[in-house]
């Protein structure tokens, strides 16, 4: 199960995000989303469990708790959406 992870601490790195989730079961993989300009975090990321029920443990143990300061957000990552309705054109035009 993928899991999203929101309101991180900048400070927050993949290895502390790995700490506090391996308690809850084997990791497939722990990723920071990061701005392609700075390279600094934008303060969400994702861990993937494999296993639902320890996935379901990690959610609701960590959700609230506080981690480098601040009190993370953590849920099952939803689908991306398809953002293929324009690109945010004020005009309303779309591309052919």
């Known amino acids: 199960m993928k899991i999203y992870v929101g309101n991180m601490s900048r400070e927050v790195t993949e290895d502390d995000l790995k700490t506090a989730f391996e308690t809850y079961g084997k990791l497939e993989s722990v ?46 990552a939803r689908p991306r959406t398809d953002r293929r309705d324009g690109g945010g054109r004020r005009d309303g035009g779309g591309r052919y």
């Open 31 to 76: 990723t920071i989303v990061k701005n392609k300009y700075d390279g600094e975090s934008r303060g969400f990321g994702f861990v993937e469990i494999p296993n639902k029920n320890e996935a379901q443990a990690a959610i609701e143990n960590l959700n609230g708790t506080e981690l480098k300061g601040t009190r993370i957000t953590v849920n099952e």
